[in-house]
């Protein structure tokens, strides 16, 4: 994941300086039901099983086409459930997740288009969502209208919008996934459309033209957050970049992003040639963070723990990012432990943080949870952290 983030951020990087940016690279395309599941029979005798399938294959040849790396849940007609589907498409590392199907409803009358997508607003208890997912909602929202307003562009089915669902394949998975109920087959309209192969190659189109135009705003889900401003300030001078285009301004961070970020604001020195670096049970020269972290340990900012750990994959407690911090800002002259008490109530004064946090909360860059609170064993979010090297930042400017 951690080696995803850096290879996202130099993605990034390119990105910028590339036209012909998409944001998916490998796209999880799932045929509805097959085998013994047929799905629903339409009007006209068609089986839903055989519709989605052929969609999902032409599909595949549009996404290759375009570039695109393309797996399929099933190729053939053979049952799979719900659970291994997902389970598939999370082995995959891949970007987006889309499944086809086409709708039926008792009235014959219903007909159009409409895209299911997980959305965090509107949870439903009984169908608890993976722990991604939950956090994806912006993404996979935009996926869903994306690929809707694509399809009925060029099929003229009747909209009947994007939809906040708690199926299956939407919640369980990790990375932005939708549904499409591409016509509907208990319509005779609609069921003539999906029974016409042409028809069905241009909707494999649409939803192919909707996966290359879904280009989400970067750190579209800090708008509106408290640390929004702190967090976009960081990024304009490129001190903290996000992962699948978002920052995750509720997520913890680990010993060594933090170092990471830390090292941004102000370059840790080199490591002196010949310099030993303690050899670490958890830390191999491969981690994506080896370089800064051996630094760090150069520098003092980071010591091991007993039984001869690192930890730089843990995430970081508040109490600790103080301590950390407050090496990084420390003025060799000052003594923090001299510092005035800082009024949290949940410091005690010889705690290990105690001289830390006081220092910082009365340099005026570190805040409590509420004015009296400091919450020492919390872990710091990204929010949090991006707000205190923030006022950094700004202090030094
Ligand atoms: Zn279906």
């Given at each position: 994941?951690?080696k995803?983030?850096?290879?996202?951020?130099?993605?990034?990087?390119?990105v910028i300086?590339?036209?012909?940016?998409?944001?998916a690279?490998?796209?999880?395309?799932?045929?509805?039901h097959?085998?013994?599941?047929?799905?629903?029979?339409?009007?006209?005798g068609?089986?839903?099983?055989?519709?989605?399938?052929?969609?999902?294959?032409?599909?595949?040849?549009?996404l290759?086409?375009?570039?695109?790396?393309?797996?399929?849940?099933?190729?053939?007609?053979?049952?799979?459930?719900?659970k291994d589907?997902?389970?598939?498409?999370?082995?995959?590392?891949?970007?987006?997740?889309?499944?086809?199907?086409?709708?039926s409803?008792?009235n014959?009358q219903?007909k159009?288009?409409?895209?299911?997508?997980?959305?965090?607003?509107?949870?439903?208890?009984?169908?608890?969502?993976s722990?991604?997912?939950?956090?994806?909602?912006p993404?996979?929202?935009?996926?869903?209208q994306q690929v809707?307003?694509?399809?009925?562009?060029?099929?003229?089915?009747?909209?009947?919008?994007?939809?906040?669902?708690?199926?299956?394949?939407v919640?369980?998975g990790?990375?932005?996934?939708?549904?499409?109920?591409t016509?509907?087959?208990?319509?005779a309209?609609?069921?003539?459309?999906?029974a016409?192969?042409?028809?069905?190659?241009?909707?494999?189109?649409?939803?192919?033209?909707g996966?290359?135009?879904?280009?989400?705003?970067?750190?579209?889900?800090?708008?509106?957050?408290?640390?929004q401003?702190?967090i976009l300030?960081?990024?304009?001078?490129g001190?903290?970049?996000?992962n699948?285009?978002?920052?995750?301004?509720?997520h913890?961070?680990?010993?060594?992003?933090?170092?990471?970020?830390?090292?941004?604001?102000?370059?840790?020195?080199?490591?002196?040639?010949?310099?030993?670096?303690?050899?670490?049970?958890d830390l191999?020269?491969?981690?994506?963070a080896?370089?800064t972290?051996?630094?760090?340990?150069?520098?003092?900012?980071?010591?091991?723990?007993?039984?001869?750990?690192?930890?730089?994959?843990?995430?970081?407690s508040?109490?600790?990012?103080?301590?950390?911090?407050?090496?990084?800002?420390?003025e060799?002259?000052?003594?923090?432990?001299?510092?005035?008490?800082?009024g949290?109530?949940d410091?005690?004064?010889?705690?290990?943080?105690?001289?830390?946090?006081?220092?910082?909360?009365?340099?005026?860059?570190?805040?409590?949870?509420?004015?009296?609170?400091?919450?020492p064993?919390?872990?710091i979010?990204?929010?949090?952290?991006?707000?205190?090297?923030d006022?950094?930042?700004?202090?030094t400017?």
């Amino acid at each position: 994941m951690r080696k995803l983030l850096f290879v996202l951020s130099i993605w990034i990087c390119l990105v910028i300086i590339s036209p012909s940016f998409a944001y998916a690279i490998k796209i999880v395309v799932d045929a509805g039901h097959g085998g013994s599941d047929p799905g629903a029979i339409g009007i006209n005798g068609l089986s839903e099983k055989n519709v989605t399938l052929d969609i999902a294959l032409k599909l595949k040849t549009e996404l290759i086409n375009r570039g695109y790396e393309v797996v399929l849940s099933r190729e053939d007609d053979h049952y799979i459930s719900l659970k291994d589907r997902i389970d598939y498409t999370n082995q995959q590392n891949a970007d987006l997740f889309l499944s086809i199907h086409g709708n039926s409803y008792p009235n014959s009358q219903a007909k159009g288009t409409l895209v299911l997508y997980y959305d965090n607003q509107h949870p439903q208890n009984s169908y608890p969502a993976s722990e991604q997912m939950t956090k994806l909602t912006p993404l996979s929202k935009l996926f869903a209208q994306q690929v809707l307003d694509s399809f009925i562009n060029k099929l003229h089915t009747e909209n009947q919008d994007i939809v906040p669902s708690s199926v299956y394949v939407v919640r369980k998975g990790t990375i932005p996934s939708i549904l499409i109920e591409t016509a509907f087959l208990s319509n005779a309209e609609d069921a003539a459309l999906l029974a016409d192969s042409d028809t069905r190659t241009k909707m494999a189109e649409a939803i192919a033209d909707g996966i290359v135009a879904f280009r989400p705003a970067e750190f579209s889900d800090v708008y509106g957050h408290w640390a929004q401003a702190a967090i976009l300030r960081l990024k304009e001078q490129g001190i903290v970049t996000g992962n699948n285009h978002l920052y995750y301004p509720e997520h913890s961070l680990s010993r060594a992003e933090l170092l990471t970020l830390l090292n941004r604001i102000h370059p840790f020195a080199e490591v002196a040639e010949g310099t030993i670096i303690t050899p670490f049970t958890d830390l191999s020269p491969q981690h994506w963070a080896y370089p800064t972290l051996a630094k760090a340990l150069a520098a003092g900012y980071i010591s091991g723990y007993e039984g001869g750990t690192l930890k730089p994959d843990q995430a970081i407690s508040r109490a600790e990012a103080a301590v950390l911090f407050n090496r990084f800002v420390e003025e060799p002259q000052t003594k923090s432990s001299d510092n005035l008490n800082s009024g949290f109530l949940d410091v005690p004064e010889d705690a290990w943080y105690a001289p830390a946090a006081n220092h910082l909360k009365n340099l005026g860059i570190l805040q409590g949870k509420t004015p009296t609170l400091f919450e020492p064993s919390q872990t710091i979010t990204r929010a949090e952290i991006a707000a205190l090297l923030d006022r950094w930042t700004a202090k030094t400017r």
